[in-house]
């Protein structure tokens, strides 16, 4: 079975750090999307692409994260500086824009920020 | 009033009992639907579609109502493997695939 992948599955750092996450959507999937799910706020979507063009980063905080779509099978989330409340699990999910399709999750990257 | 809303349980019912789960959703232009299925520590993982028709597949069963702007999920003859949290995800705008996320049903198979 196909499977987006995410690197690291964990990651423990400091405050201030500067934190990437990575993500392979799954071939031939032209949309990722970027979320961050913590017990209080569920599943927020921080960023998505379409075609590696980024269409929505409205629920990134912008003076820290930034996300980027180097190419078709690379996506990447990088917060710097990184404090303590960003601590949560940021998964990654590809879809194909093509009607209206579900989305596929990665495992996921467990992020603590120390 | 959210956009997504489902009763966050949690619903603990004896193995072998038929559960069901309402969400509603607050876009009446609302185009898809569908239920996910989260296990603790794991990844959101699509469980069925919802379609306009109703669908069924294996124990599960999912109904559309838009009139009531409602979705539902029943489950028969429930098993221990069943325990998760079940999310009920819309998608509110055709031709955007932006999907909402309710907070989840949890739900736990007793024994």
């Known amino acids: 079975d196909a499977r987006v992948t995410q690197t690291p599955r964990h990651k423990v750092t400091e405050m201030g750090q500067e934190v990437t996450m990575r993500c392979q959507p799954i071939?031939?999937?032209?949309?990722v999307f970027w979320y961050r799910q913590t017990m209080m706020q569920g599943l927020e979507l921080l960023a998505y692409f379409r075609n590696r063009a980024p269409l929505d980063d409205s629920g990134m905080p912008k003076d820290r994260f930034s996300a980027e779509m180097p190419d078709a099978t690379l996506a990447t989330l990088k917060i710097q500086p990184s404090e303590p409340r960003d601590s949560a699990v940021y998964f990654c999910?590809?879809?194909?824009?093509?009607?209206?399709?579900?989305?596929?999750f990665g495992d996921g990257t467990r992020l603590s920020i120390l | 009033r959210k956009e997504v809303e489902q009763d966050p349980g949690p619903f603990n019912v004896p193995e072998g009992a038929t559960v069901a789960f309402n969400c509603t959703y607050s876009n009446s232009a609302s185009q898809s639907f569908f239920w996910y299925r989260q296990d603790c520590r794991k990844e959101p993982k699509l469980l069925m579609s919802?379609?306009?028709s109703g669908n069924e597949d294996g124990r599960f069963t999912a109904q559309l109502n838009r009139a009531s702007q409602y979705i539902s999920l029943l489950i028969r003859d429930s098993k221990l493997s069943d325990s998760a949290t079940y999310l009920c995800?819309?998608?509110?705008?055709?031709?955007?695939?932006?999907?909402?996320f309710g907070t989840g049903t949890r739900l736990t198979i007793i024994p």
């Open positions: 995800v819309v998608n509110p705008n055709f031709g955007n695939e932006k999907l909402t």
């Open positions: 999910a590809s879809g194909l824009y093509a009607g209206q399709q579900p989305q596929h």
């Open positions: 071939l031939g999937h032209n949309t």
């Open positions: 919802v379609y306009s």
